[in-house]
Each structure stands twice: as structure tokens, then as C-alpha cells.
């Protein structure tokens, strides 16, 4: 390569003055605004508020100036032998309604502040309107944040907690909120610890309200592990890093005439739609097909199309190859094949069928094997 060449390689390769000072400014405000904590629970009576307290006396006790600005009504005996340990800065009361100071916990400037339920309305004349906006500003004022809430006070997620509990709640807090936190702690006692009401309940009963527990627990793990996604994303932007494809699942379905086609695009728009990821389906194009066969295949685009997946057919004498090369040119994590599951005869002892060699070849990529519907029939 020339001179001329380098010099405008370099030149093109140097960082942009603006986009310097930016970051500069972004890790200014980042080193002066206090650290966000959340210990998210998915159901009452998981603990969240004795472990955030407890979080609080351990900080304490290594040295940390840390007050509590926000308790429950009703805090458990557990929870109150610990609140007896650490300086407890009294509530703002507006036509009996509790409010967090904010002026006085500003005034008193901690290095941590601890709030026990984050999703509450402030009274009238209150500066903010939600709880979770003065937490917003004791953040920008540079104290660090250890505070609770319950799933069910998650804005976004609100539709699908009250569908499964049959509640409806008023207070709610945004998830893009819960996302800019810098740690995420999910609270994750067993659902049968913290079955409500099965003390003198029927077996039927509490096993519907084990099964309630169960889906919402579902929920609260994949929205702590999109915070923890956000986080990464964040990170590595920071660093300036760029990444191909986001850390989503990226499940792919693999369309033949003799292919379980219906189960395995279900499974695959339930699991995308559960990780926010993508769904894909591919059909290699084959010769020679049958009219049954070719209905078959029409019918199972059509259903992919309407389950909303990026919908491709590939062509290539090698369909193991073709699925593989546009897997890795999409960043797929997931592949979905149908197999018969029936013996080859003796050529198949020594040479890999289909579904063998995409397993073998798939590096790195998790390969799930669904059954054909003759298999099934």
C-alpha cells in the first residue's frame, strides 16, 4: 500500500472530534450520577423487601452513609428488626398520603438511599408526579438508589399479569425505566412458597395458583434478562464496540413437505416472542415434488408468513449447506428440523444422514429435532 493510501486509511480510521467530546460528556455524567439497584419480585411475599434491606445493612456495615427514604405500611417483623439498624428519614404526609422528602434526603446527601416499593403515585403538589421520577432525581444528584418492585407494576408488562392473576393495578412505573438500571436482582422464591391463600384451599386451588406463580416467575426472568441484555448493549456500545446481531434468540424453522411445519412455527413465534427475538423459516427447494407435496409446502410458507417470520427459499444441490450458510449469514441461535426418526438401513451406519450432518456441522448453533407427523401419527 502507498503512502496516499495509509494516510487515508488512518484518517478515515481516526475517531471523530465530536463523537470524542460526546463520550467524554457521557462519562462525566455517568461518573457523577449515583448506581440504580432494583430487586424485582414476581409475586407478593417473595422477600424483595427484606433482601433490599438487608442489601442496605451490609453496605452499612462496610462503611457506606446509607438511609431509608421509603418503607410499606405494613413491613414484616424480619423487616423491621432490620430498619431498627439503619436511619430511617420520615416521609413527607399529604392528606395522609406518604411521600418520599426528596429535599431532605438531597440535604442530607447519602451515598445510598433505600426506597421499599418503587411504583407509587405522589399526593397533589408533590414536584413529581411518580415516586420513580424522584428517584430519577436523587439519581442526577449523584445518590445511588437500592429500591423494590413487584412484576405486576411494570407498565409493559402489566396486560399479561392481570390476564393471568385477573387483577387490575393503578400504579405503574415504565420498563425503560427498570432498563436503565445498573443491577437488576431478581427476588426468586419457589411458587410454592409464596402461594397466597392455601392455608384451608383445596388441591385444585392452589394448584392453579402454583401454576399463576409459575408463568408470572416466567415473565420476571425474561425481563431481568433484558435489562441484563440493555446493559451489555450499553456497555459495549461504550467501548465501541459493534456487534452483528443483538443478544436475542434468532430461531430458525426448517420447512420440508414431511415436516412437522404447524408445531415447530408455533414453538418457534412462542419462544422468539418470549426472548423478544426473531423468527426465520427457510425451504430448500427441491425437485420433482408431488402435488400433495407441493401443497404441503405452499400451506407451511403461508403459515410462516402468518406467524410473521422472515420468510426465505434457498436454492443449492446441498440443502445442509444452504441451511447452515444463511443460518450463520443471519446470526441464527436456534434451528428447528423435523426428522422420521426411522432407520436408514445399513447405508446409514456409514454415512450421516441429514439431520446428523446439521448437527455436526451447526458450530456453535443449537439444533432442536421435532418429529415428523408421520413420527407422531
Not at 403515585?121 to 439519581?139: A, F, I, T, Y
Not at 400451506?299 to 444463511?326: E, M, R, S, Y
Request: hydrophobic share 40%; charged share 25%; glycine share 6%.
Amino acid at each position: 500500500m502507498g503512502l496516499a493510501h495509509r494516510m487515508a486509511d488512518i484518517e478515515q480510521r481516526r475517531p471523530n472530534p465530536e463523537h470524542l467530546l460526546q463520550q467524554v460528556e457521557d462519562e462525566a455524567t455517568r461518573a457523577s450520577r449515583g448506581r440504580l439497584k432494583i430487586f424485582l419480585g414476581y409475586a407478593s411475599g417473595v422477600g424483595k423487601s427484606f433482601r433490599m434491606f438487608d442489601e442496605g445493612r451490609r453496605r452499612r456495615s462496610r462503611g457506606a452513609d446509607v438511609v431509608v427514604a421509603a418503607t410499606q405500611s405494613t413491613e414484616p417483623a424480619v423487616v423491621q428488626q432490620l430498619l431498627c439498624d439503619l436511619e430511617v428519614i420520615p416521609p413527607r404526609v399529604v392528606d395522609g398520603v406518604p411521600a418520599i422528602d426528596v429535599e431532605q434526603v438531597l440535604r442530607r446527601r447519602p451515598t445510598v438511599c433505600l426506597i421499599d416499593g418503587l411504583a407509587y403515585h405522589n399526593p397533589p403538589g408533590s414536584k413529581h408526579q411518580e415516586r420513580w421520577e424522584d428517584v430519577e432525581e436523587l439519581l442526577a444528584a449523584g445518590i445511588s438508589v437500592v429500591t423494590s418492585i413487584n412484576l405486576q407494576y411494570v407498565k409493559e408488562r402489566q396486560a399479561q399479569v392481570e390476564a393471568i392473576r385477573g387483577k387490575v393495578v393503578q400504579d405503574s412505573v415504565p420498563e425503560a425505566f427498570i432498563r436503565e438500571a445498573d443491577e437488576i436482582e431478581l427476588v426468586d422464591a419457589p411458587p410454592e412458597y409464596c402461594t397466597p391463600g392455601s392455608i384451608g384451599a383445596d388441591a385444585a386451588t392452589v394448584i392453579r395458583q402454583q401454576h399463576q406463580l409459575s408463568e408470572l416467575r416466567e415473565i420476571a426472568l425474561v425481563l431481568a434478562a433484558d435489562v441484563v441484555d440493555h446493559q451489555l448493549e450499553t456497555y459495549l456500545k461504550r467501548q465501541g464496540i459493534e456487534q452483528a446481531f443483538g443478544t436475542q434468540e434468532r430461531i430458525l424453522v426448517c420447512l420440508t413437505p414431511r415436516s412437522n411445519a404447524l408445531m415447530m412455527i408455533h414453538k418457534g413465534r412462542r419462544q422468539a416472542d418470549l426472548f423478544h427475538g426473531d423468527l426465520y423459516a427457510v425451504y430448500v427447494q427441491q425437485g420433482a415434488l408431488s402435488p400433495a407435496d407441493q401443497r404441503t409446502i405452499e400451506q407451511n410458507l403461508a403459515a410462516a408468513h402468518a406467524a410473521n417470520a422472515h420468510v426465505k427459499i434457498l436454492t443449492g444441490d446441498d440443502p445442509i449447506a444452504c441451511i447452515l450458510q444463511f443460518a450463520h449469514s443471519q446470526g441464527i441461535t436456534q434451528i428447528f428440523a423435523g426428522h422420521t426418526q426411522q432407520g436408514g438401513g445399513w447405508l446409514s451406519r456409514w454415512k450421516a444422514n441429514p439431520v446428523e450432518r446439521l448437527i455436526m456441522e451447526s458450530d456453535g448453533i443449537d439444533v432442536r429435532i421435532f418429529p415428523t407427523e408421520a413420527a407422531v401419527q
